[in-house]
């Protein structure tokens, strides 16, 4: 049996039409099929591959950290130096507030643990999200997802979840006393790229405060340096309580982590002690990867450039069939008619050799989310070819 019939017959499906790419290479913005064929890759394994596929640096703190010891214990326990220098790089991208990392395996877990977190802290048990929101797909990370179409066939999920819209001003009422937690993308992703303003995260912000509420910010999509910023919460002149990553952080390896101050995080060592528990979380080859990937972030000035890029999209994807384009940096939409028009033209994009993909929430908008380094050349590429897909 070849690769492809292996697929369908031992590997689980998500659904009765995945796309059946088969992808032998990867590296930098391109990957390569097992007969030559290459694919520029404008979604980055969704958000993933912020510093591209299989940068050098982030390959050569894989394999040093290989050649010393993989997983040793259960997280939390024993003093490895791969994690603790990630926690540190953490910490020294934030407002000294946020000063305690609690290291996971992905943004599911992250949410997880921000959950607990914030109702072990405050002990409150309403938890506060947003209409169309993604955090992740285990039960509890579901319960605060924002669709109801993902979450009714595994009913019932968490109790006192309550949704407001993002960006409603007159909806931050229903943050009260009784609230232990909102939970909100700082940039909607799976509803399309949606942009609150600044003024609104700052009454968000300002609400929690007045409430006692905390404000757990999700930057699985947007951290990383995805919006031009670091974070996509330095936009809003904000700090939350606690903050959620993953994808972008690994450099392509799956880690994930929640982020709160000490005296926050210190909820979970008594009344349970061991309050929360993983097993590989912080595992010490995907921590020595996300320090390599924050150092290539920094040392090669991947933010600074990516405004740019993001401009170059714009002015280039310009066709009557397109009716708008919504964004944060490198985090972008591009709107159609409906999904019976986009649908195709993806299909033909990727026949071309260009990857991209819809939203969940939102599937008249094509996903553009390149790796940061991407070069205008082959955004010019990337582009014309897409105009192609759409003639």
Sequence with gaps: MNNRQLFLSHLAQTTDFPLMIEIEKAEGVFMHGPEGKKYLDLISGIGVSNVGHRHPKVLAAIQEQLDKYLHLMVYGEYVQSPQVKLAKALCDTLPSHLDNVYLVNSGSEA????LKLAKRY???REIISCVNAYHGSSHGSLSVGGNEIFKRAYRPL???????VYGAYSHLEQITENTAAVIIETIQGEAGIRVACKEYFQALRKRCDATGTLLILDEIQAGFGRTGKFWAFEHFDIVPDILVCAKGMGGGMPIGAFIANKAVM?????NPLLGHITTFGGHPVSAAASLATIQVIQEEKLLEKVETKADLFKKLLVHPMIKGIRNKGLMMAVEFESFEVLKPIIDRAIEKGVITDWFLFCDDSMRIAP???ITEAEIEKACGRILEAIG
């Design 371 to 373: 790796p940061l380094i």
């Design 158 to 164: 968490l109790p006192g979840v309550n949704h407001i």
């Design 266 to 270: 210190g909820a979970f060592k008594n």
């Design 111 to 114: 949410v997880e643990g921000a």
């Design 122 to 124: 405050s002990n409150r």
